[in-house]
């Protein structure tokens, strides 16, 4: 049998929303990820999905559960990252991490000020848990995907790059799967040593 052409990959994907996940509204926060997931990667994806309420300590407990038990290489987060009191999403992230990566959260403020005055009121963090890469993300499905894919102009040329273009050099040096991006949603940028040869 013959290897697959692309490393398989577990993503975590987490909405978290009292409302969402007490059945007040339903979820966007979930198909949004998976779709632009999707969409954005070559890789076979398996995807671990959590529908979760604004409890600090039942976040960094899923967390902890993705990324240990259930082994996921990439996990992104949607959702309780503004300055509400509810909001407690980048504190229970930092609680579980090994590593933090602020670059992530800055240039997700840069894109989305783009866009709105009041992304400086987000409050997104990344981090390294073993060899996971945590990533929190707006709680908009179009913020997620502004985020993710940065923007672009009418030509399709990049402005801002997306902070997606960076995860998986990032995912690599931590040790975990090569993913592959599909350039027209969003180019990942390797340093040519890094960059591996196309399977035949």
């Known amino acids: 049998m013959s290897e697959p052409l692309h490393d398989p990959v577990k993503i975590g ?3 978290i929303s009292d409302r969402a996940s007490s059945g007040v509204y339903e979820d966007k926060g979930l198909p949004a990820l998976q779709d632009w997931l999707t969409r ?3 890789n076979p994806i398996r995807f671990e999905p959590r529908l979760i ?3 600090q300590a039942g976040i960094s407990a899923t967390l902890v559960e993705l990324v240990d038990v259930a082994g996921c290489h990439l996990v992104l987060t949607t959702g309780g990252t503004g300055p509400a009191l509810r909001d407690v999403t980048p504190e229970a992230t930092l609680a579980v991490a090994h590593k933090e990566m602020p670059g992530f959260g800055e240039q997700m403020r840069q894109i989305s000020l783009k866009f709105v005055p ?3 009121l987000s409050r997104q963090v990344a981090v ?4 996971c890469l945590i990533i929190n993300l707006p709680g908009q499905p179009k913020a997620i995907a502004e985020t993710l ?4 102009d009418a030509a399709g040329q990049q402005i801002v790059p997306g902070i997606f273009a960076a995860v998986p050099y990032c995912v690599d040096l931590i040790g975990g799967p090569y993913l592959e991006t599909r350039d027209e949603v969003c180019k990942a940028f390797r340093p040519k040593n890094a960059v591996r040869a196309a399977k035949p």
């Open 40 to 42: 954005a990667l070559h």
């Open 118 to 120: 009041t992304a400086i």
């Open 53 to 55: 309420p604004d409890e």
């Open 128 to 131: 390294i848990r073993g060899q």
């Open 13 to 15: 994907i987490v909405s």
């Open 149 to 152: 894919e940065g923007l672009k």
